[in-house]
């Protein structure tokens, strides 16, 4: 399964999966989800389940990125909140006025609070009162954290 992911992807999950799976073994459900959701992922329960199942319940490294590759080829997050956006967009401009999208921001899904907004416009060079592409801003929200934060 190791060639399917870079080098670095692969480091990055193996840390965040021992730093859980002290014992080389995960055997929760609970701990499986906070491993995905730390790396991105958004798995549901039935997704949870299913992964152990296939694995007899238990999970190791290898097991463990199988996994991800097929979750990985599941879920396009990106992909689902641009059409998310595009269904909302009535006059098909694809913009969103900057007032609009920080109310999503903060009441739907995780609340974030208007400092995490306003840091997140600045990162996307999103002006408070301007209209935001949302097909940028979405690859610029979606992309993976630098490592130097």
């Known amino acids: 399964m190791a060639h399917h992911f870079k080098e670095e992807d692969i ?3 193996r840390e965040c999966f021992y730093l859980f799976a002290r014992e ?3 055997n929760k459900l609970d701990e ?4 995905m959701r730390s790396l991105g ?3 549901t329960i039935t997704e949870l389940k299913k992964y152990f199942s296939e694995n007899n319940g238990k999970l190791h490294f290898p097991e463990f990125l199988k996994v991800m590759h097929n979750h990985c080829r599941v879920e396009k997050l990106p992909n689902e909140i641009l ?11 694809g913009t969103i006025h900057s007032k609009h999208l920080k109310h999503l ?3 739907w899904g995780e609340h974030l609070n208007s400092k995490e907004v306003e840091q997140i416009f ?3 060079n999103v002006h408070p009162n301007g209209k935001v592409n949302y097909d940028e801003f979405v690859k610029i929200a979606c992309a993976p954290i630098p490592d130097y934060y």
Request: glycine share 6%; aromatic share 6%.
């Open 11 to 13: 480091d990055e999950f």
């Open 105 to 107: 921001l903060q009441g």
């Open 24 to 26: 080389g073994t995960i």
């Open 32 to 35: 499986l989800s906070v491993i």
């Open 41 to 43: 992922m958004s798995p």
């Open 122 to 124: 600045r990162e996307a």
């Open 83 to 93: 059409a998310a956006f595009k269904a909302n967009d009535r006059q098909h401009s």
